[in-house]
């Protein structure tokens, strides 16, 4: 007989995250995929793979979140904001901050000492500030989401990125390029432009609070850092930080 | 003349009673007999009515000009005295209002756009000029006006919208300046305004061709102030638990105490909705199966968005039970004193909700929260309307800090949904309502 006790599944504008968990909230498999249009189809092929990994049965409940959650059959759909925030709660059992950058939005979210959401902020309605944002521009510089690291001038020596609107950002980058800016300083400006974006929004949460950050752009430690930077304040990435939101989807499958 | 009267009276008489007898005909067929539909209750019974108060408003206004003095009034124009004048009044904002609500908002302010009129102006204005410059209306026609009367206590942008209107119709435009109130009206201002009453009756009797009988008008005000007060019991009539109905509903039913007040028919519809509401309160009766929680609404309606948002919270079990935009109507009209019709018309109307600093809108917000027992608020943060937005993360820091109400910021538009992300809107708005059972 299988372990499992719920599934969580995680439709994001980048990618499709899902696992499956045990009574105790640990994770029994998992798997990350970039996003196929095609949710359901996507959807159907990595739960049956979950399944058969597991040994979970057709009774096991599916929670679902992300943008696509409307769109495929669960037992329940929630709200990002909810399961990144059970996701990270069950990892650090403790109050924080946590600043979720996914591919189409930034949340940052306040949670309070037993876990629950105490208030969020979330980006406006463009994608001003996300995942999405670093990847086109990353991608005009030529430079490998992963590898951005490697690809960025020291600190100081950045170039002013001023709009952190995806559209004007990357017209503002073609015309630093062709005034012949060094592709690592603009690159540095980049990261900083988002994270002054994020940290205007992490402002307004209160200060003595830990910071987390999960989500795919937390993965990226040249990002991290530089949005410790700008907050003044360390921040702690969470282990398997893409996988958050769908732990805590999985997590929310007892309530 | 004479003919384009007799035409105007029949169909207000007539043709309109007919059209809207068709159209409930025509909707009974359709929807079979009304009942429940989960997760909302029963749906109110007045609601056949006002839908025949507006059918007919609007279908009549098709023959009013050439039949009788027609004037455009901004919302918070104290209109009275037109009524009583014999005017047949078009309201701009509930036009664009009708548009919004049948999702014609984004098409028409793109039609304005075309003229040349900014993305960054009010999507009422956008939808009016919109539909004025591309002659496209969902009601038929609007009737071109005598007079245009702007008043000054919503906003400072129907200064602008009213002088652009002025310019593309060529009629004469009357301009009611209320200023700004910190606290108090101060006796100058008031005096201010009513100088300004005094002289619109002026230009209103001359372009109306009569003069303004005091009885008359008294008689209006009279009515008006009724039709306000009945407007305020049935707003109460929410304290009850479960709510008999939602601040969603009100949206639609405040319609004729903005368009049609002044007249029998106004206080009339008020006394059948106020008995229907009292009833439905009595007997326990709400507006959706399973009230767990109680919003207040703040900031005008998001029109092409109210289905939408009324499902989305019912099948969570929260309900808007009370709304600042609905209350406004209330809190103002009432307060008019027939016994001294123009002096109490000047200060009702200087003092109206969006004409008061933060302070005094913020106390007024939180007792509305706090007499309607609400336990989250939702703050639509309106692109288009700033005077309503502005302060709005003060009262909700103020709500969440000193009243333990959850509260929440809503981005949107009142009326142009290209200006809207539906789905981030809706989720941040699970999201609040996820919290409150965690």
Redesign the interface.
Known sequence: MSNAASIGIDIGSTSWKGCVVDSKGRVMASRIQESDPRIKEQTARLLAELMADTGASSQVPVIATG?GRKQVEATRQ?????CHTKGCFHQTGKPGVLIDIGGQ?TKVIHIGP???????Q?N??CAAGTGRFLEVILQRLRIPLDQVGQHISSKGEGVKVSSTCTVFAESEVVSLVAQGARVEAIARGVLEALAARVSSLAGKVPEQLPLFMSGGVALNPAMVAILAEALGRPITVLDNPQLVGAHGAALSGGG | MMLRRMQYEFMKNAGGTFLTGLQRYQAFKKRGKRGARPPFGPPLESVERLKEIMTRYYFTGRYADGAVPVAWVTSGFPSEALVALGYHLVYPENHAALCGARRKGGKMCGAAEEFGYPRDICSYVRTDLGSLLSKKTPVGRLPKPDLLCCCTNICQTVLYWYRALAKHLDVPLVIIDTPFIYGEAPTHHLEYVRGQLDQFIEVAERIGGKKLSPEHFVDTVKKAQRASSLWGECLATGKAKPSPWSAIDSFFHIAPVVTIRGSDECVDYYQMLLNELTERARKGVGAIDNERHRLLWDNLPIWFLVRDLALATAERGFQFVCATYSNAWAEAGSQIDPSTPLDSTARTYTSVYLNRDLDNRTRSLIQLARDFDADGAVLHSDRSCKPYSVGQVDVRNRL?EEEGIRAMLL?ADHNDER???K??AL??L??FM??FD?
């Open positions: 943008y929630v709200t990002e904001i909810t939005d037993k876990g629950s959401v105490l208030d969020f979330m406006d309605k | 969440m981005e200006s809207f992300s789905e981030q989720t941040r699970q999201a996820e919290a965690e």
